[in-house]
Nanobody, 118 residues
């Protein structure tokens, strides 16, 4: 089992910045991918950004150039730096870890609320 604990959400004005952090513990594969997803009320959960243990990153088009995902493999942490925030970025943000071979499993944090006021 893997436990994920997020922190850093809150309320910010349009154009502001927030930094989300997630710490993973438990049975974590040497090779894995960590990611941030978000879900706004009435909408499906969507991928925001991913990063592998090799630090290959991928971003949703809506956040490219504004958000930066990073990780510290030794500490099993992943951060999401969010700049130039917009009201449409408001959502509950979830940390995700996906174990790769030889382990498996897809794990989620409890979520942290991000609210961007206009």
């Amino acid at each position: 089992q893997v436990q994920l604990v997020e922190s850093g959400g809150g309320l910010v004005q349009t154009g502001g910045s927030l930094r989300l952090s997630c710490a993973a513990s438990g049975s974590i594969s040497t090779n894995n991918a960590m990611a941030w997803y978000r879900q706004a009320p009435g909408k499906q959960r969507e991928l925001v950004a991913t990063i592998t243990t090799g630090r290959v990153t991928n971003y949703a088009d809506s956040v490219k150039g504004r958000f930066t995902i990073s990780r510290a493999n030794v500490k099993n942490t992943v951060d999401l730096q969010m700049n130039m925030l917009k009201p449409e970025d408001s959502a509950v943000y979830y940390c995700n870890l996906r174990n790769w071979f030889p382990m498996s499993g897809d794990y989620w944090g409890q979520g942290t609320q991000v609210t961007v006021s206009s």
